[in-house]
Every structure is written in structure tokens, then in C-alpha cells.
T-cell receptor
Framework: NAGVTQTPKFQVLKTGQSMTLQCAQDMNHNSMYWYRQDPGMGLRLIYYSASEGTTDKGEVPNGYNVSRLNKREFSLRLESAAPSQTSVYFC??????????FGSGTRLTVV | AQSVTQLDSQVPVFEEAPVELRCNYSSSVSVYLFWYVQYPNQGLQLLLKYLSGSTLVKGINGFEAEFNKSQTSFHLRKPSVHISDTAEYFCAGWGIQGAQKLVFGQGTRLTINP
């Protein structure tokens, strides 16, 4: 089925470890986004990519990096994980209709 | 400053009762509005959207919302809820304060009691 695929679904990291969250969409959307969701704080934008080859910071970019590898893929990297980065991460994409299609999320715990 | 405000963080209702989840947004020249639903341990799904035209928008699962420009509101309603409607609901706006991306509210947790 068409949509946004995120991997992995679950991950436990030790403080200081690095990892990359992967996201791919097959809807030919230009824009892609990474959010984190924390209790009581809604969705906060980490980074986004309006088109292939461009990336921009969102509300909470510190501690993260992104790569828009091609039109389909947008990865999020944690270089040195911290407990404050324990969260649920969502990738989303959008085309011309302004609404977003979301992935099913990655639940990350940093111990 | 919050650009999309959901006025209730939690709303408990009894099954088969009506419900309204409130959302207000910062005024903008052109704004598109959305409601998303997130069931436990899942991603967000689009419930409905207002882009233009009729101010009463119908979505999936019997939900509807009304765009009110004068009150800068986009409240979500359902006349009779079911246990399966238990979820978190997010209001979002595109074009809020000129942003060319969605701005989300804080979410409202809807709990349906039998």
C-alpha cells in the first residue's frame, strides 16, 4: 500500500550512542518532515525538507541531523543520543494537497 | 506564541453522547485547516480538512467540523460517539502566520466511557 514507511519501529540506545531513523515515501511527494511527540507537548517539528536537495530546521533541531537522500527518502540522525531524546518520532510527507501522510512512528528510548 | 490552540487537553464523554473538540487558530489571510486522529500506538490519520468552499466539512467515522472565520475556529463534532473513538485528536493549520507547512495544536485526548 502507498504510504510512509519508517524503520525501525522500536529502539533502545545508551547515552552517547548514535543511530539513524529511516523514512521512505512512495507517493512522489516533494516535502518531507520529521516530528517528535512527547506527552503533553503535541508534535514538534525537528527538520523538514521542502524538496529534494533542501533541508531546514524546525522548532527543535538541536542534537539532530537530517539527509534528504533522494525524493523518496529522508533520514534523521542522532549523533550522540541523550535521555532527553527519548520520544516517539514521526516522519511525514506532503504533496500538493497541503495535508500530510504520516508514518507509524519510531519509539526511541535512551537510557 | 501558540498559533493553533486546542482548548481542552482531555475530554471524557459517555458512549453515544455528542462531543465537541475545540480548536482556534491565529488569523491569517489564507489558511487551510485539518483534524487528525491518533489511535493508541499508531501514527496520525487524516479525519477531515477545510481548504475552501462550504464551511461545514464532513470527514471519516461520522466526524464533522465547521470553519468559522470570524471566530477563527475549527471545532470538531460528532453527534454520537463510540468506544472506538477513544484517541488523541490534533488540529492543524497550513499558512498560519505565513508558514508553508502544518502547525499543530497540542492535542486533545478523547476518552469514551461506557
Amino acid at each position: 500500500n502507498a504510504g510512509v514507511t519508517q524503520t525501525p519501529k522500536f529502539q533502545v540506545l545508551k547515552t552517547g550512542q548514535s543511530m539513524t531513523l529511516q523514512c521512505a515515501q512512495d507517493m512522489n511527494h516533494n516535502s518531507m518532515y520529521w516530528y517528535r511527540q512527547d506527552p503533553g507537548m503535541g508534535l514538534r517539528l525537528i527538520y523538514y525538507s521542502a524538496s529534494e536537495g533542501t533541508t531546514d530546521k524546525g522548532e527543535v533541531p538541536n542534537g539532530y541531523n537530517v539527509s534528504r537522500l533522494n525524493k523518496r527518502e529522508f533520514s534523521l540522525r542522532l549523533e550522540s543520543a541523550a535521555p532527553s531524546q527519548t520520544s516517539v518520532y514521526f516522519c511525514a510527507s506532503s504533496g500538493t494537497g497541503f495535508g500530510y501522510t504520516f508514518g507509524s512512528g519510531t519509539r526511541l528510548t535512551v537510557v | 506564541a501558540q498559533s493553533v490552540t486546542q482548548l481542552d487537553s482531555q475530554v471524557p464523554v459517555f458512549e453515544e453522547a455528542p462531543v465537541e473538540l475545540r480548536c482556534n487558530y491565529s488569523s491569517s489571510v489564507s489558511v487551510y485547516l485539518f483534524w487528525y486522529v491518533q489511535y493508541p500506538n499508531q501514527g496520525l490519520q487524516l479525519l477531515l480538512k477545510y481548504l475552501s468552499g462550504s464551511t461545514l466539512v464532513k470527514g471519516i467515522n461520522g466526524f464533522e467540523a465547521e470553519f468559522n472565520k470570524s471566530q477563527t475556529s475549527f471545532h470538531l463534532r460528532k453527534p454520537s460517539v463510540h468506544i472506538s473513538d477513544t484517541a488523541e485528536y490534533f488540529c492543524a493549520g497550513w499558512g498560519i502566520q505565513g508558514a508553508q507547512k502544518l502547525v499543530f495544536g497540542q492535542g486533545t485526548r478523547l476518552t469514551i466511557n461506557p
